[in-house]
């Protein structure tokens, strides 16, 4: 009788343990999320809009996200989610990376690359705009009249996409790493959570008063971002074309 109850308390023991080291449950991300829903699309881009964090002691990792699609006539529009819930984890590996594209898809192929909004599809596409040359002789990226809109929905007001940007990003990092364009003046990158153009491309964001400064203390010292405040919400919702 006695090993019987020692054998019982070991299994429970045992469960317990498989419970606290390798019995979570997986959980997809919400880009793996979306990816799935908008299967049928044959081009499409992600971007990590908005960013933040609930509670004092237990925290809650938050995430928003732009979707920009495309009509038959391949015009894109967008779509903005609710908030989704997401893994520390998942929030920390894309704590700079606020206002980038998260993933693509062209012509059905699917990338999970972090690059600068429309880098993936539409700048350099001669479909939607050209190369110009301003008064200093540096080449920019210039979207036609009839796509102008594209600049504001994809947060490119702050400045122009210089050729020489864009050519670093194709040749050196597409596909195989993170482009956060060149340091500007301030010593701050062009694209992602540290640069200035967060504010300006997402005035109502959630994070964008502390965004900066929490990113840079928590690169220096490993620390968690501390609490914020917004809507709690796993759903999604859609804008109209």
């Known amino acids: 009788m006695h090993n019987r109850k020692v054998k019982q308390v070991s299994l429970v023991l045992c469960l317990l343990l498989l419970g606290a080291c390798g019995g979570k449950e997986f959980a997809k991300s919400p880009i793996d999320t979306l990816i799935r829903d908008m299967d049928k699309e044959k081009n499409f ?15 809650d990792y938050k995430h928003k996200y732009k979707l920009i699609k495309e009509k038959e006539d391949g015009t894109p529009y967008e779509e903005t989610t609710d908030w989704y819930e997401v ?32 880098y993936s599809r539409y700048v350099g596409n001669e479909k939607y705009g050209q190369w110009a040359t301003n008064s200093s002789g540096n080449s920019f990226w210039q ?47 062009q694209y992602g959570s540290k640069s200035s ?43 109209g074309k």
Request: glycine share 10%.
């Open 45 to 59: 881009t992600i971007i990590l809009y908005d960013m933040d964090v609930e509670g004092s002691f237990f925290e």
């Open 87 to 118: 893994e520390e984890a998942f929030f920390n590996q894309h704590q700079n990376d606020m206002g980038m594209e998260v993933a693509s898809k062209e012509n059905g192929k699917v990338t999970k690359q972090t690059a600068p909004p429309g």
């Open 143 to 189: 979207f036609y009249g009839q796509y102008a809109f594209m600049s504001s929905m994809m947060g490119l007001m702050a400045g122009p996409v210089y050729r020489t940007s864009y050519v670093d990003y194709r040749d050196n990092y597409r596909g195989s790493r993170p482009y956060y364009g060149r340091s500007t003046s301030s010593g701050l990158p």
């Open 197 to 239: 153009v967060v504010a300006k491309q997402n005035p109502n964001s959630s994070f964008k008063n502390r965004v900066q400064s929490r990113v840079s203390r928590s690169s220096r010292s490993g620390s968690r971002y501390s609490s914020g405040s917004s809507t709690r919400s796993r759903s999604f919702s859609s804008g």
